[in-house]
Nanobody, 126 residues
């Protein structure tokens, strides 16, 4: 089991920045990929970014490319999502998730991930 706790959400004006963090505990050493997803009201959960724990390789959704940066610190079992130039359409609950599967190639699929945090609200006002 892996326990995940997100923090750092809040209210920000369009064009502003927020940094989300995700702290992992439990069998964190078994994590292969860590990812961020978001879900806006009335919409499906969508992929934001992911990072491979071993070498830091990253993948971003087009919506966040150039604006969002995912990073991790293995020693602290923590992952971050730095979000810049935020837009009202970035408003959502943001979830962190982890996968232990070393064979997965679908980093952007929610089905890949085994454990999920409870989410943190990000609201961007126009």
């Amino acid at each position: 089991q892996v326990q995940l706790v997100e923090s750092g959400g809040g209210l920000v004006q369009a064009g502003g920045s927020l940094s989300l963090s995700c702290a992992a505990s439990g069998r964190a050493f078994a994590i292969y990929i860590m990812g961020w997803f978001r879900q806006a009201p009335g919409k499906e959960r969508e992929f934001v970014a992911a990072i491979r724990r071993s070498d830091g390789r990253t993948l971003y959704a087009d919506s966040g490319k150039g604006r969002f940066t995912i990073s991790r610190d293995n020693a602290k079992n923590t992952m971050w999502l730095q979000m810049n130039s935020l837009k009202p359409e970035d408003t959502a609950i943001y979830y962190c998730a982890t996968s232990q599967s070393v064979y997965t190639t679908t980093w952007d699929s929610a089905f890949t991930y085994d454990f999920w945090g409870q989410g943190t609200q990000v609201t961007v006002s126009s």
